[in-house]
């Protein structure tokens, strides 16, 4: 029992001293120690106590201290020569020094050794608790803005893969996967309408994976002659064609130890998607002319707008190929589907093109805003980027606002779709009008099952016979 009763008051001692701020004070004369020692323990901190600078380097060494009250004239080592000692271990830690021969200067140079503040000699109780209590605010602001800079930077990383911006559901799933993929050598076909971004997922994935040193070399197969394009990917040796005065390397040897990006891949032509698919699955290349095969070792990535199994079915491209390419598949979706990333959007393109254009533009206007927020963007992302740069050239002031943008973007926004279900502005009648349209499809989805209709719309069954009933839901 005695033992018992020893361990739980050793726990009680260490448990008062649990968030108590550790102090320092270093002083040549015991009076002053013990006076803010007694004083300063009543102010609620943890209070330690050193004879002169070794002493406090020594202590230094054993803990942290929050706060260090040091003099400046002591004997073995003064207040100067501890701060200019110690200025690597005193990083999160405030000093504040005190003397009674002091002067402008001796507060200047300790301040600039990393002092916070100076006092001098002698001294009221109130200055030293006032002196701390300003250093504490100090310290509690410098935590807080550390905390606000690293949730900013995780914003930012959560919004952000590469150069590519986003925060809705749809980009961030997207972002999630390519960092997945970034890892690993695996093959990825990246789909998606034109301007939607493909190439900066692409080039995300190659800057974030561990062929990052390598080079990456993009291909544009829509943009090459089909005459050149063999020899461009797989490069020709001397005497090949008219012209071919000595060997040249391909698109694909460029890009060993790296990445190679076949934009486009959709516009490849039949001749070509048969030797593609030999280096897809050897890893060599011939070069025109060339009798010899060479063992490349370059990660392909591809990316097309068109719908390769659509094209297959047409005899445009062959499904041995897609299987090949399609290992691990990036679909990005079109900007009309992902409106809540607009205003990001414009902000990124806002601040490029102030550099660029030397602009001090703020922001785009709300009505401006609205508009952007409801057009169709066919040409997503690239369409909203020239936009932005199209409005800035007209902006006369800091706003972006409608009448800087083209024409079509206020006139062709989409369709209200409440409007077009109902007159007036009733709530009441539009919340009844969604629910029958909502319940009609859910039972059209389950093919009449009501059960499973329920579940669909996240109700009771018992209410969704009711609402039936109501509407006069006849299937």
Not at 273 to 302: F, M
Not at 341 to 361: T, V
Request: charged content about 30%; some cysteine; overall charge positive.
């Amino acid at each position: 029992m005695k033992n018992g009763k020893q361990t739980t008051s050793r726990h009680t001692a260490t448990d008062e001293f649990e968030g108590l701020r550790r102090l320092l004070v270093i002083d040549d004369e015991q009076n002053m120690r013990h006076m803010l020692s007694v004083m300063l323990k009543k102010s609620g901190y943890r209070v330690e106590t050193a004879a002169d600078g070794l002493e406090g380097l020594a202590a230094l060494d054993k803990k942290h201290y929050d706060f260090i009250l040091c003099d400046i004239k002591m004997p073995n080592m003064g207040g100067m020569e501890f701060l200019e000692s110690a200025r690597e271990k005193l990083q999160d830690t405030t000093v504040i020094v005190m003397s009674a021969y002091g002067s402008i200067d001796t507060a200047i140079e300790a301040m600039k050794l990393g002092a916070y503040d100076y006092i001098s000699k002698p001294f009221k109780s109130d200055e030293v608790h006032l002196t701390l209590k300003k250093a504490e605010e100090r310290e509690s602001l410098k935590k807080e803005n550390l905390l606000l800079k690293e949730r900013i930077r995780k914003i930012g990383r959560e919004n952000r893969f590469g150069n590519m911006i986003g925060k809705s559901k749809p980009m961030q799933s997207v972002f999630q996967l390519a960092e997945k993929v970034a890892q690993y050598d695996t093959t990825v076909l990246i789909t998606g309408e034109s301007g939607t971004g493909k190439e900066l997922i692409a080039r995300g994935i190659h800057f974030q994976g561990r062929r990052s040193n390598g080079p990456l070399v993009p291909v544009n197969c829509g943009g090459i002659p089909e005459t050149l394009l063999e020899s461009e990917l797989f490069g020709y040796v001397k005497g090949a064609f008219t012209g071919a005065d000595k060997n040249k390397k391909g698109l694909f040897e460029e890009a060993q130890g790296g990445t190679i990006f076949l934009d486009e891949i959709g516009e490849l032509p039949m001749s070509l998607q048969v030797k593609l698919l030999r280096v897809l699955q050897e890893n060599e290349i011939r070069p025109v002319g060339g009798a010899k095969t060479r063992q490349v070792d370059a990660r392909v990535i591809a990316a097309t707008a068109k719908n390769l199994e659509e094209e297959i079915g047409r005899g445009n491209f062959r499904e041995d190929l897609f299987y090949r390419l399609n290992v691990m598949p990036i679909q990005i979706p079109p900007l009309r589907d992902r409106a809540e990333d607009i205003p990001l959007l414009c902000q990124a393109f806002i601040g490029r093109f102030n550099r660029s254009l030397k602009r001090r533009i703020a922001e785009v206007s709300p009505a401006a805003l609205s508009h952007l927020m409801k057009h169709g963007w066919p040409g997503n992302v690239r369409e909203l980027e020239n936009a932005i740069e199209r409005a800035m050239v007209f902006a006369e002031g800091k706003q972006l606002k409608p009448e800087h943008f083209p024409p079509e973007i206020g006139k062709g926004t989409q369709a209200d779709p409440v409007g077009g279900l109902i007159a007036g502005f009733s709530l009441k009648e539009a919340q009844r009008v969604l629910e029958k349209k909502l319940i009609v499809k859910a039972l059209e989805e389950t093919g009449g099952n009501r059960t499973r209709a329920a579940k669909l719309l996240e109700i009771s069954h018992p209410s969704l016979l009711s609402k039936i009933k109501t509407y006069k839901i006849d299937m």
